[in-house]
């Protein structure tokens, strides 16, 4: 079963797909945030062509864990994927995943522009990963 990971931005959303197993996320793409049924269509079809049967959707909450005006629309635009898609949907705590892939972009010495480039598919790498090590790590408890 494949999942996709997704980190949903004004502009842009990060795509990240595990491999069959289910254990890994890998970085797929950058969609360039458009008309929202556009966008819907675009996720529609990289799931029909993947397979994918769950999508992960990070949460951009509040540093102190409550909800704010930017969780409440990725909330909605997640619930109108659920609805036209017909797919289940997760949530996964996001705070801090672009901090932490831009750092890694930053070690790794990309320029600025490249870091642009990538920096939200790696955000969804990081949401989807964390995903799928908390639902590998329930899986193996007694």
């Not at 595990?18 to 008309?35: E, F, I, K, N, Y």
């Not at 062509?49 to 930017?70: A, T």
């Not at 901090?99 to 790794?108: G, Q, T």
């Amino acid at each position: 079963m494949r999942i996709m990971g997704l980190d949903v931005g004004e502009k842009r959303i990060g795509i990240a797909i595990s491999d069959p197993m289910g254990w890994t996320a890998q970085g797929h793409s950058v969609l360039q945030r458009s008309a929202l049924e556009t966008d819907i269509k675009t996720i529609g079809q990289l799931c029909q062509d993947y397979e994918v049967e769950k999508i992960v959707v990070g949460l951009p909450r509040n540093m102190d864990g409550s909800i704010g005006p930017k969780a409440l629309e990725v909330q909605e635009f997640a619930q109108l994927l659920e609805k036209q898609l017909d797919i289940n949907i997760a949530y996964w705590d996001e705070r801090l995943t672009t901090k932490s892939a831009e750092r890694v972009l930053i070690e790794a010495d990309l320029s600025r522009r490249r870091r642009k480039q990538v920096i939200d598919k790696m955000a969804a790498v990081y949401i989807l990963q964390a995903y799928l090590d908390y639902q590998d790590s329930t899986s193996k408890r007694v």
